[in-house]
């Protein structure tokens, strides 16, 4: 049987891979071969972070926002940085060439290591760090075309969800319960206030034109969107605030939508029961759209 390594066909002075090409800590490989510890404390505890970045034109976007929060997880949960900011990059760039892609997502995840299973970790682990790409569509998918409904839920997740965990089994859950009620997407709920969406920062523009998320807490991830978004606003004069909603306050606004690295401003049109406006995406979000997808389109460098 031929190694899978030796699948690779040559197209051009590129090499196009038969199958993916990952990156496990210790260099790249094709995915049938990379393998990790069972006693990964990623997969025990869920003791790891993660970041995911837009590929666009086979450029990364807003990558300095995600590399900066990925060392802010990682510290906030004492795991050390595996390697330097700028290797890192060095490895997305390098995932994103052997693969070949020109549209899609680069994941990274960091797990504080494995080891034999204690709650309490020994402070000389090392972390695993492991790459991967994804092809999809990020520029004008059919739910930025035509918005996304969303649905309202309790908030299952744990109390530090301005770090970047990978313990994504609350998210799953309210996602495939919104999924199976026929939502795109789910906002959370806490005490009568939403945090955001699932997999996404909620905002809403309220009948007076004003573009409101909420505040960065512990309450919620900090969007690298959410801070190009807001950028733009304050540079094109658009009038924001950074505060808290309610529910019904988002069902009674002139317009909603969601920002994330892999949907950019994806507009809303239904929340839970109720439509918004005419039901079709309003003109301040085609306009955040439109200003965000010009920003990350130029080739020199997306809004950071
Ligand atoms: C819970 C949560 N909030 C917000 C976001 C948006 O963050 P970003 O714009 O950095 O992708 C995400 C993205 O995955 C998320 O999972």
């Not at 991967?132 to 309202?152: H, N, W, Y």
């Not at 002139?254 to 690295?261: G, I, N, P, Y």
């Amino acid at each position: 049987m031929l190694r899978a390594s030796a699948r690779l066909v040559a197209e051009g002075n590129r090499r196009a891979p038969m199958e993916r090409i990952v990156y496990r800590h210790d260099g790249f490989t094709p995915e049938s071969e990379a393998r990790i510890s069972l006693f990964d404390r990623g997969f025990l505890f869920g003791d790891a972070v993660y970041e995911v970045t837009a590929a666009l034109d086979g450029r990364l976007i807003d990558e300095d926002l995600h590399l900066e929060r990925l060392e802010r997880s990682l510290s906030e949960l004492e795991i050390p940085m595996p390697l330097p900011r700028a290797e890192i990059a060095g490895i997305q760039a390098e995932l994103v060439a052997r693969n070949g892609l020109k549209e899609g997502v680069v994941y990274l995840h960091v797990s504080r290591g494995a080891a034999d299973r204690d709650f309490i970790w020994s402070e000389d682990l090392k972390p695993l760090l492991i790459g991967f790409t994804q092809t999809k569509i990020v520029r004008d998918s059919p739910s930025q075309r035509e918005g996304i409904a969303v649905d309202l839920a309790p908030d299952p997740r744990w109390a530090r969800r301005d770090v970047k965990t990978a313990m994504l089994l609350g998210q799953a859950l309210a996602k495939r319960a919104a999924r199976r009620r026929g939502f795109q997407e789910v906002w959370l709920v806490e005490e009568g206030e939403i945090t955001e969406g699932a997999s996404s920062t909620a905002w809403i523009v309220t009948r007076e034109g004003r573009i409101v998320t909420r505040g960065n807490s512990w309450a919620v991830l900090p969007g690298c969107t959410r801070r190009a978004v807001l950028r733009l606003c304050a540079e094109q004069g658009l009038s924001f605030e950074e505060r808290a909603f309610s529910p019904e306050e988002a069902q009674a606004a002139a317009e909603a939508f969601v920002t994330s690295a892999t949907s950019f401003v994806t507009p809303v049109v239904r929340i839970g029961d109720e439509i918004l406006g005419d039901g079709r995406p309003g003109p301040t979000t085609r306009r955040l759209q439109a200003l965000y997808l010009e920003a990350v389109s130029k080739p020199e460098a997306a809004p950071a």
